[in-house]
């Protein structure tokens, strides 16, 4: 094993550390964030997301204040947002909290947690004990085929449906609604509460959270597990713009420095968590 290069990237790392603790990158005067700003639980105008939160931490890091850019995430996302800027003028924003890793339209920085999607439904029906995937497909048929299954369109969960043969059971949600109100946990906040759907299946910070919130049904979430032919868990890094490479260390220091902190706010959110992979995926969370 040649130890030169290992030794050489850990004191490359360490040293980017200690700068991300104190000093802002030259000429950087705000820790600017692109945001969708009808997007809990990661953004919200009111700062009160899983990214505004981390924003806030990274950004006393570097002694900067955080400003933020917003324009729905719908298609052309990273567009109007990280490489929006007229001639003569700044970048709007210059970092992405929550991307795939593997996503291609920017720099991706390390993984900095990994979730899955969940299964999400009320205690007290006819989904009492399921307690896994495996648990949901043992059903009895008769119960089974009654379901209605809440999902987003082109999401993993209708590839499982599929594989399952449970298409007919599966209610399909618009998850890029041109309506700049619209948000993904309405399948949660509003179908699934309101009795429209028995079960809904989501990507895990959103069925963490919004399970939650609901306080006219004690809802169950439980993690759906990857199998042959549908991935159901992705790891989630942030994004920078290309040919930043100093930006894009500083940032992955930061992650690396408040690892710590930013587990405990995905806990708090109620985030289900996997154990993070070395190898990135790209992915259809969110």
Request: hydrophobic share 40%.
């Amino acid at each position: 094993m040649r130890l030169a290069p290992l030794l050489a990237g850990a004191l490359a790392l360490a040293s980017a550390v200690a700068q991300a603790q104190t000093t802002p990158q030259v000429g950087r005067t705000e820790f600017k964030v692109c945001q969708d700003p009808n997007n809990m639980p990661f953004s919200n105008p009111k700062g009160e997301g899983i990214e505004n939160r981390i924003a806030e931490l990274f950004a006393k890091d570097l002694g900067l204040p955080v400003s933020y850019y917003s324009f729905p995430q719908r298609m052309a996302f990273v567009r109007n947002t990280l490489r929006y800027k007229l001639p003569g003028e700044d970048f709007r924003c210059d970092i992405i909290m929550g991307v795939p890793s593997g996503f291609d339209q920017v720099s991706v920085t390390k993984p900095y947690y990994r979730s899955t999607y969940a299964l999400v439904f009320p205690k007290g029906g006819a989904l009492d004990g399921v307690k896994s995937t495996a648990d949901l497909l043992a059903l009895p048929a008769a119960t089974l085929k009654k379901l209605r299954i809440g999902v987003g369109d082109r999401s993993p969960a209708t590839e499982w449906l599929a594989h399952h043969d449970l298409v007919d059971q599966g209610v399909p949600f618009p998850m890029l609604s041109p309506d700049p109100e619209h948000y993904p946990g309405q399948l949660i906040e509003r179908e699934l509460a309101d009795n429209r759907v028995d079960a809904a299946i989501v990507w895990g910070p959103i069925a963490g959270w919004f399970a939650k919130r609901v306080k006219s049904r004690e809802l169950v979430v439980v993690p759906m597990v990857s199998e042959k032919g549908v991935k159901f868990d992705f790891p989630m890094a942030m994004g920078v713009r290309y040919g930043e490479p100093q930006w894009k260390q500083q940032i992955e220091a930061l992650i690396e420095k408040r690892r710590p902190e930013i587990q405990a706010i995905l806990r708090d959110f109620g985030v289900p968590m996997l154990e993070l992979e070395s190898a990135p995926a790209t992915s259809s969370a969110r």
